[in-house]
């Protein structure tokens, strides 16, 4: 009997060890790439008229983002990344809430603790036009392909809860990878 339990218990240790040969081989062979290059082409929600680009960049610091977006009423409007890469609904809330993978606050792009997601405002020129360049130090590039970037119709207060009061969501468009 003893000799039949030595051979089970050899049997599963043989076969655990198995189990993590192939699974290293799997790992070397499905290895993530580097993704130093993002793109999200934004698309009006609904009637909006609100579209633009948004290129998201791999930097020393962080990753840089570059928008150009119009459409647009002149002033402030919130500018997120969202939970989700889905732009379905009509009104943008199939795209989730801002992404927030360390369940943090809402706050603006400057403070340490935040939605990874919280971006601030762009604003808008007379002409409806909104352009930013700025470095992201929180935001991680392999974090946020596939998700949705939305443009807000009101200017995101910074510290209201969840979300920032933004109102209505204009704009969306799903990240992804760009050579």
């Known amino acids: 009997m003893k000799l039949f339990k030595i051979s089970l218990f050899a049997l599963l240790v043989f076969g655990l060890n198995c ?3 192939e699974k290293i081989e799997i790992e070397k062979i499905i290895e993530k790439p580097e ?9 009006p929600l609904g009637d909006s008229g609100v579209m633009g680009t948004v290129h998201f960049t791999a930097a020393e610091n962080g990753v840089n983002v570059k928008a150009e977006i119009s459409g647009l009423e002149p002033g402030k409007h919130g500018f997120h990344v969202h939970q989700y890469g889905d732009c379905t609904a009509p009104d943008g809330k199939s795209a989730g809430g801002h992404y927030n ?3 943090h606050e809402h706050s603006g792009p400057e403070e340490m603790m935040r939605h990874m997601g919280d971006m601030g405002n762009i604003t808008a020129d007379e002409n409806g036009v909104a352009t930013i360049d700025y470095v992201d130090n929180d935001i991680m590039m392999d974090m946020i392909i596939g998700r949705g970037v939305i443009v807000h119709a009101g200017e ?10 933004a109102g209505a969501r204009l704009g969306c468009g799903v990240i992804g990878v760009q050579q």
Do not use: I, M, R
């Open 19 to 21: 189990a993590k040969e």
């Open 35 to 43: 993704f130093t290059k993002a793109v999200a082409v934004v698309h």
């Open 101 to 103: 993978p360390a369940d």
């Open 156 to 165: 995101d207060d910074l510290t209201s809860q969840p979300s920032g009061a």
